[in-house]
């Protein structure tokens, strides 16, 4: 009987009946550093870092998508899929032109790996202050023919020997003045405002202010909005604060309504 036994699973071993054998291990997305410290750069300087991985598991590894904020460009190096033990990088790029101060950028990697399927990188570091638009978009909404509206945009230097020019714009649907910061926090306030007798229709233009400094001797401020004539009337003359409610308040800047 014993014999027999012996006989029988040496049998089902050669038709590969015995123990099956053990699973393959999942793809594991491992990277070298998740954060990256890029310290002190001047503003105009692009901040680019290379976030290198490694397939750590047994099967293939899929990226499947990366997503970062608009000014943050982000690629793939070495391809979509990754086999066992091969790797690759995402590389991570955003501009400093139009920023200064603390800066934090993130992406994020989405991948077939079972445990970690979206990991977050960041880029960290502080854009030495040369000459800003704050804030270098303005956004006007809807506005009724014969009303104007009024934002402030604050121009920044980060040195008393970068003065401000006279600000230009190429579309009638805009008044521009610039007038002196009453608090010291900026060289200057322009103020950007829709033209009593503008055009109806929408409107995306681009405001140029010329400064004296070597790495942006323009400033350039996008501006958009739609003179509508079916958009309701604000209420009198006068400014809303931040946060305040009603038309016009918005985050970072004062709306000021006057009539014709």
């Known amino acids: 009987m014993a014999l027999f036994v ?19 291990a ?14 002190r750069v001047a503003q105009g300087v692009p901040v680019e870092h290379h976030f290198t991985f490694v397939n750590d598991g047994g099967g293939a590894l899929s990226i499947i998508d ?17 086999a066992p033990h ?6 991570g790029r955003f501009d400093t032109d139009a920023v200064f101060g603390p800066q934090r950028r993130t992406i994020t990697v989405y991948s077939n790996d079972p445990t970690r399927p979206a990991v977050l990188l960041t880029v960290a570091g502080e854009v030495v202050l040369d000459v800003v638009a704050d804030p270098p978009q303005v956004y006007l ?35 521009l003045r610039l007038d002196d910061a009453v608090d010291g926090s900026a060289a200057a306030v322009l103020v950007i405002g829709t ?21 942006h001797p323009v400033v350039r401020i996008a501006v958009a909005g739609t003179i509508d004539p079916a958009a309701p009337t604000p209420r009198a003359a006068g400014s809303v604060a931040p946060g305040a409610g009603g038309v016009g308040a918005a985050p970072g800047g004062r709306f000021v309504y006057a009539t014709k």
């Open 66 to 82: 990366l997503r970062a904020a608009c000014d943050n460009q982000v690629t793939l190096v070495g391809g979509s899929e990754i």
């Open 26 to 39: 999942p793809p594991r997305l491992a990277f070298s550093e998740t954060a990256y410290d890029f310290g």
């Open 195 to 215: 033209a009593p007798d503008a055009p109806p229709g929408p409107f995306k233009t681009e405001v140029r202010v010329p400064t004296t400094s070597a790495q």
């Open 141 to 175: 909404g809807a506005v009724p023919p014969g009303v104007q509206v009024i934002r402030e945009v604050a121009l920044r230097t980060g040195s008393d020997a970068v003065r401000i020019g006279v600000p230009q714009v190429e579309t009638p649907h805009l008044t």
């Open 86 to 91: 091969a790797g690759g990088a995402v590389h």
């Open 6 to 24: 012996a006989t029988l699973l040496s049998g089902c071993d050669e038709l590969g009946l015995g123990a099956a054998p053990p699973p393959k």
